[in-house]
């Protein structure tokens, strides 16, 4: 091609504005500090999003799917073990007191079992069958689809209820709980935690 007959000399790429919102540890602190009924929608959307921060921005879909099984003791420490949907990497990830407490609310850790750990998926349903990341993916199409749709519409239910506890908070940001995942990080930047662990 030559310089005059060159379709993009005149094309503009546009850029979108990635800026992502992020929770300050004051605001976590605000969202933490609503006084809520145990047991509530509410209460279990603060404990997910909380307990996804705690464990390094956990993914939504990753977090709904969690099952007791998942909850190990291993070298004198309590970890999540589970292998991520989006990019089937394992992830081994040390439970602090903080998200122990959470997970307390939902599984005996001396009896574990396969259950969901939250009261979002339905243990009986046919895709509940499929314990491991392995399973799932042996599962027939249909019921990846059952189980893909279930995980997106309560990521939706959970992002629906965030907003209402951040208004309860007096915080002003539209937040998801995908925002756990950059005020995780974004926290420990500022708390000079290493850039490759994080």
């Known amino acids: 091609l030559t310089l005059k007959s ?4 005149d094309f503009v790429c546009e ?6 919102d992020k929770l300050t540890e004051a605001e976590i602190n605000l969202l933490n500090s609503v006084n809520l009924g145990k047991g509530s929608m509410l209460w279990h959307t603060r404990n997910c999003f909380m307990l996804a921060f705690y464990c390094a ?7 709904i799917q969690l099952r007791g099984a998942n909850i190990i003791y291993e070298a004198s420490a309590w970890r999540i073990s589970y292998r991520m949907d989006k990019t089937s990497a394992r992830k081994e990830i040390l439970l ?4 122990l407490e959470i997970l307390k609310n939902y599984i005996n850790l001396k009896k574990r079992t396969t259950d969901y750990i939250f009261p979002l998926l ?3 349903a046919p895709y509940a069958d499929a314990i ?7 599962l027939p199409y249909n019921h990846k689809i059952a189980l893909l749709k279930q995980v997106n519409s309560k990521n939706t239910i959970l992002n629906k209820h965030l907003n209402k506890l951040a208004e309860m ?3 002003t940001k539209k937040i998801s709980m995908h925002i756990a995942r950059h005020s995780f990080a974004n926290i420990a930047r ?3 935690a290493n850039v490759y662990d994080i």
Do not use: C, S, V, Y
């Open 190 to 192: 500022q708390k000079k």
């Open 122 to 124: 339905d243990n009986n």
């Open 15 to 20: 850029t979108i504005d990635t800026n992502k």
């Open 169 to 171: 908070a007096g915080i």
């Open 6 to 9: 060159n379709p993009f000399n």
């Open 57 to 63: 921005g956990m993914r939504a879909g990753d977090l």
């Open 132 to 138: 491991t990341w392995e399973d799932k993916e042996r």
């Open 96 to 99: 602090i007191p903080e998200a």
